[in-house]
């Protein structure tokens, strides 16, 4: 199986771009990249904000409370191991338990491809991810959670789901019936089945597993990028593609809440997500616009006083040229390493459309950042031209810039032949196979992270 099943032109668009760049890589590790991406990570991180706790203090909840749930599901005495990250001391990491002997009991309900890629991660359904489930289920019922592979499931399917189009996700407790999820005119939200083991062997994290303040759940690949931007405190700051926020939320608590955070979204509802994400850490350093990022440069622009950046920024763009310390750009992207990927849609016209997209917002990161600054470039893809080619590019267009080591380094090297040389490709990270492991730093999501300095004086 691979998530391109049904989408057999992106998968050869894959092939060719990887086999293309990299001659070294053969089709055997394609295939591996492909099924590696079909399988969710073994490891759950959190993302402690150290501004009202500590990790060991979070860590003790966290263990706490996936024993308690253990044993309310009859799992007694089922220990996950809750550890603190040895490089990321913001972060708590969770293994998986080995699940793979789990068989379906009880009906069976079918949830979309999205909503099955979360339950591997350890979420529980939600209402609106429910497309199929027979007649006759009450809540309290254990059943059975398949995901629809093939995307054909219509919304309130009673019957059973042919074989070959879904794929077993794991156990769990109905919680909301077919008359609350499918009746007329209704939008149902929250919970409709409590899972209480999957697959994955991922921990199931439900809302009330820790107070909302605490910590939040991230992958380790977004965890690194704050560390490689690593702002300070007082400094001013641009996250320029920022909601839902989660990356902007851990500036503001490595910058201990102090100094200034523009986050930008160009969708007015995200950025209301970004408001709430700092509502749930009472952070007060971020400031948030509407705004397209690729058109943010004021054109005419005065000479000003140095210390007068501080309330030009807070005015919101567009900004003056060299306006910030340090630039983060996590570009929007083809999101091919999102893992688990059970079914996916993505076009190679949606493929190609991200290089143009990401340069545009590249050039205005570097016009707006000061000379001496940082500017951290990030992906949560595997394609080339998306992660390498873009830093090839800009090396080749930006004269100003250099490229220095993205650390601290927990991913692995650059794709050989992509045209990097071997001591830029040991400068990037990249999260993505042919590096695979066993650990949390291997097994996690594909990400790409690039740091880049401008330099202080361009002759
Ligand atoms: C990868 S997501 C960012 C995730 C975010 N940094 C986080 O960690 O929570 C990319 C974001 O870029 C936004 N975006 C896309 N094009 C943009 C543009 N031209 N200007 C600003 N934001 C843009 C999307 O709305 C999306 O929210």
Redesign the pocket.
Known sequence: MTPFMNNLEVESYLKHELLRNTEACHESQIDKLLSWLCTAPKFTTFRVNTLVSTVDEVCEILAHHLYKQAAAHGNYPEIYNVTVHPKLPDTIVIGSMDKANIRPQGKEVIVDATCGAAVLRGAHVFAPGVMGMPAGIHCGDTVSVFADIVGQCKKGFQKPYAQGSRMFLGIGVVRMERKQLYAKDLKPAGVAIEMTATISGCPVIGANCLPSNLALLQNLP?IV?GHVLSPLQNEIIL??????????SHLAMLMGDQGIIIA????KS?VNN?VK?CQQFSLHSVHTFV????KTIQKVADPCDPKERHNLVLQGPPFRPESFDRI?L????S?LGQRPQLANRITVNQLRSYPP?QR??FHSAVSLLKPGGTLVYS??TVTVDENEGLVLWALEHFLNLELVPAEPLLGGPGLRRSGLTEEQRQCVQKFCPPIVGDDCDTDTVGFFIACFRKKMQFL
């Open positions: 977004s990028c996250d320029m593609c920022a909601a839902p926020g989660n990356k902007t930008l979204d160009k969708t995200k970004i994400r705004c397209d990022s690729t983060l996590d570009a929007p992207c999101a997209l545009k917002l992906t949560c």
